[in-house]
């Protein structure tokens, strides 16, 4: 497991004019994307059509160990990293350690800022952010959204495992968009799979997953913030459950508003 200590200096933002050319980018990916529905051959394409360093932000999840295994399947030269919150369930750390036995890939780990971490916690508490939704935003803000913006730092392109079926707010998700606030496209390689595609392909790969999937955790993030579902809720009903059910987002993909985003945590 390797740690990280220090991000890349983080691209000129785009000029105005430029503006479409990336938008153009971004649309000729998801064009190539969509000519296929062989994950293998996404990765593929993606990695060959982003003009610079390609990440992949990896929760452990069942989604994002299938685009693990296709990465490392094509050899693509894709950067592959992952967020360690601090409160994480340990089941989610194991699935990390078997991963990179399973792949050989150094998955680099990006903890939070030290001092943001210090300061959350004395304001808020080790609990705070079940008290209201700004302090569990603040969490996961300090936690998750802020490494994250470090760890995409000079990235050309950003993949993960969003799928349309996750949720009705990702219903909408496209193959690749361009992220004008981190200056980078942003690419769902299995943006159109349904949930019984991406098991039938950990089933026919053998790819390691977290266990928790089969306890009745579909969905997995922080430990004091997921729950098992119960049979009929939405796959996502486990992840901060005392919250109310629309829009449930941490940040890493909703972000607020250019003015919101710059308010203090």
């Not at 938008?23 to 610079?52: F, S």
């Not at 932000?57 to 030269?77: F, K, W």
């Not at 928790?212 to 913030?225: D, E, N």
Request: some cysteine; hydrophobic content about 40%; aromatic content about 6%.
């Amino acid at each position: 497991m390797s740690a990280a200590s220090h991000a890349t200096p983080s691209r000129a933002p785009v000029r105005p004019e430029h503006a479409d050319r990336e938008v153009r980018l971004a649309d000729h990916i998801a064009e190539k994307l969509a000519r296929t529905d062989r994950l293998e051959e996404r990765i593929a394409a993606l990695a060959g059509a982003v003009p610079g360093r390609v990440a992949f932000s990896t929760s452990l999840g069942i989604e994002d160990q299938v685009i693990l295994h296709a990465i490392a399947a094509t050899g693509a030269p894709v950067e592959v990293f992952t967020l360690d919150t601090g409160r994480h369930f340990p089941e989610t750390l194991e699935t990390l350690e078997a991963s990179e036995r399973r792949y050989g890939l150094g998955i680099r780990v990006l903890a939070p800022d030290a001092r943001e971490l210090a300061e959350l916690v004395a304001r808020d508490g080790l609990f705070g952010f079940r008290t209201s939704v700004d302090s569990r935003k603040a969490c996961c803000e300090v936690r998750k959204v802020r490494p994250l913006r470090r760890a995409l730092a000079g990235a050309a392109g950003w993949v993960t495992g969003l799928r349309r079926g996750q949720s009705a707010g990702r219903g909408d998700v496209a193959f690749a968009e361009w992220d004008a606030a981190l200056d980078l496209v942003k690419i769902n390689p299995l943006a159109d799979w349904p949930l019984e595609r991406v098991e039938e392909y950990v089933a026919a790969n053998d790819v390691p997953i977290n266990p928790l999937h089969a306890r009745g955790f579909p969905s997995i993030g922080c430990q004091p913030c997921t729950r098992a579902i119960r049979p009929g809720e939405h796959i996502r009903a486990g992840r901060w459950w005392w919250e109310q059910e629309d829009g449930k987002e941490c940040g890493l993909h909703k972000r607020p508003s250019a003015r919101a985003e710059g308010a203090p945590v």
